[in-house]
C-alpha cells in the first residue's frame, strides 16, 4: 500500500528491508534462495 502498488497485487509481492548493516552476501544468500522458492510460490494463488 505505502508504495502505491494496485490493490490487486498485493498478495503477490514481497518486502524486504536493509540497513547499511546488511552485507553483500546476506543479499546473494536472498536472491539464490528466491530463485529456488519463487517457482514454486508462482503454484499458489489465491482465488
Not at 494496485?6 to 552485507?23: G, N
Not at 517457482?39 to 494463488?45: A, G, I, K
Request: charged fraction near 30%; avoid cysteine; charge should be neutral.
Amino acid at each position: 500500500m505505502a508504495i502505491g502498488l494496485d490493490k490487486a497485487l498485493w498478495d503477490s509481492t514481497i518486502r524486504f528491508s536493509m540497513s547499511v548493516m546488511t552485507t553483500k552476501e546476506e543479499v546473494d544468500y536472498t536472491l539464490e534462495v528466491l530463485r529456488e522458492l519463487i517457482p514454486m510460490l508462482r503454484r499458489y494463488t489465491r482465488h
